[in-house]
């Protein structure tokens, strides 16, 4: 069915040898005009591929992000490509006394553009949005929005090679776009409350001091940085713990999702969000002295504090920031507890990083902090606090990984009852 005709306000411009024009469209004409990557191909099997990639939990979430009037909302630029047509521009005439030299060149700029109706608009970069777009109008739910799109000019006379530009364009959209970092959200996200919380632990006069955490985007602390004997944890490694509290063991618990995807938390939901963090750090502090005295500890006595935990032959795997975080993620694997008994039942837990379980899995057994064995390290430690907790499956696998550590046959080790028994281990195999 031909659409009618349509005339948007937009600014034209050229990036390299694409011609593009920058507008807006209200929702409802995206819906009625634009449709999913069809013509991309010749073939209707090749451009019904990418349709069927459609990710419908994603555009869900869309649908129910549009339909949100409890919070702000925005969205990037719909980057449309037009076929079987193409919009006629015209330039604006502006002329005004009070513009200034430099805007001279405007009216070549800006201008509108023309749509006969007949056009196939598709869109190469916002498949789900557009997605989103399209089932929203359906629920009538929203109608007073327009959003930002980008037209790619189209050469008519160069159909075929139109086609392979746009698949380009498609790809390197889509393929290159750079997910926001996690740094990024701990720094902007006005929705997600671990993000909003992290923040708040450092703006609000707590028991972790701000000066206590490095702001580095590189989120590593070893004997090379300069943080080594001045800051105890990443700003990201403080984001895990909130987000390891509150997405697992606050009574209002969340997934990591759901605070990703839902509106806002009103401020009443992120003060109880906020208290139950302080809270976990205040009972951290007070089962674990070494850690009391970093968070009661002035800048001028820190660097011997430090050197006191922290040394390069090993030291306390509270002071080593995947250690500090890996104690939040021990707490929120014992259930049944509250906060308070999940942290005191972790005062249990050994410290020093050259002795088991540490050693062999977090802690090299040449020395230094070794990657991807964190979550072995900690389902030993939660079996030695809460066997009952770790599956038959799981018990043989750590069976089988503890076996390989001290060079055993599995079936000649069985886990230690009690960290003395397994630090005897240590001292018998090692």
């Given at each position: 069915m031909k659409?009618?005709?349509?005339?948007?306000?937009?600014?034209?411009?050229?990036?390299?040898?694409?011609?593009?024009?920058?507008?807006?469209?209200?929702?409802?004409?995206?819906?009625?005009?634009?449709?999913?990557?069809?013509?991309?191909?010749?073939?209707?099997?090749?451009?019904?591929?990418?349709?069927?990639?459609?990710?419908?939990?994603?555009?869900?979430?869309?649908?129910?992000?549009?339909?949100?009037?409890?919070?702000?909302?925005?969205?990037?630029?719909?980057?449309?490509?037009?076929y079987n047509g193409s919009p006629k521009w015209y330039p604006a005439n502006i002329e005004s006394d009070i513009l200034p030299d430099e805007t001279k060149y405007a009216p070549s700029m800006v201008g509108i553009l023309?749509?006969?109706?007949?056009?196939?608009?598709?869109?190469?970069?916002?498949?789900?949005?557009?997605?989103?777009?399209?089932?929203?109008?359906?629920?009538?739910?929203?109608?007073?929005?327009?959003?930002?799109?980008i037209f790619i000019?189209?050469?008519?006379?160069?159909?075929?090679?139109?086609?392979?530009?746009?698949?380009?364009?498609?790809?390197?959209?889509?393929?290159?776009?750079?997910p926001v970092n996690t740094f990024e959200i701990i720094s902007l996200d006005e929705d997600e409350a671990p993000a909003i919380v992290t923040r708040m632990i450092v703006e609000e006069k707590n028991i972790v001091s701000e000066d206590l955490i490095a702001f580095d985007k590189s989120g590593k602390i070893n004997n090379k940085s300069e943080y080594w004997d001045s800051n105890l944890i990443t700003i990201e490694d403080l984001y895990y713990v909130v987000r390891e509290l509150l997405t697992k063991v606050h009574p209002n618990k969340k997934t990591k999702n759901k605070f990703r995807t839902d509106p806002r938390p009103n401020d009443e939901q992120?003060?109880?969000?906020?208290?139950?963090?302080?809270?976990?750090?205040?009972?951290?502090?007070?089962?674990?002295?070494?850690?009391?005295?970093?968070?009661?500890?002035?800048?001028?006595n820190r660097k011997d504090i430090f050197s006191k935990y922290r040394s390069d032959h090993g030291g306390n795997v509270l002071f080593r920031p995947k250690g500090f975080v890996m104690l939040a993620k021990l707490v929120a694997m014992l259930k049944d507890l509250d906060l308070h008994e999940r942290v005191a039942?972790?005062?249990?837990?050994?410290?020093?990083l050259t002795r088991p379980p540490y050693w062999g899995t977090l802690w090299k057994k040449e020395g230094g902090i070794q990657e991807g064995e964190e979550a072995k390290c900690r389902g030993m430690l939660?079996?030695?606090?809460?066997?009952?907790?770790?599956s038959k499956a799981r018990k043989q696998q750590l069976d089988k990984f503890y076996a390989s550590i001290y060079g055993l046959d599995p079936a000649d080790l069985v886990l230690p009852d009690s960290f003395q028994e397994l630090y005897n281990d240590k001292e018998q195999y090692a």
């Open positions: 659409n009618q005709g349509m005339y948007i306000p937009a600014v034209m411009g050229n990036f390299s040898n694409i011609t593009y024009f920058s507008s807006v469209m209200p929702l409802t004409e995206i819906a009625k005009r634009v449709d999913y990557v069809q013509d991309i191909h010749f073939s209707n099997n090749l451009s019904e591929m990418i349709q069927r990639s459609l990710d419908e939990k994603r555009v869900k979430e869309i649908c129910k992000y549009i339909s949100d009037n409890d919070r702000d909302r925005f969205f990037n630029s719909l980057v449309l490509a037009v023309s749509f006969s109706g007949n056009e196939s608009i598709i869109a190469i970069d916002g498949q789900h949005r557009l997605a989103g777009i399209k089932e929203t109008l359906l629920a009538n739910n929203v109608t007073d929005i327009t959003v930002p799109v000019a189209h050469d008519e006379d160069r159909s075929s090679l139109m086609r392979q530009r746009n698949r380009r364009l498609f790809t390197m959209l889509n393929k290159h776009a750079k992120l003060n109880s969000y906020y208290d139950f963090a302080i809270k976990y750090f205040e009972l951290v502090s007070n089962n674990f002295k070494s850690i009391a005295e970093i968070f009661n500890s002035t800048p001028e039942l972790c005062k249990n837990i050994p410290l020093e939660l079996y030695l606090l809460a066997p009952e907790l770790v």
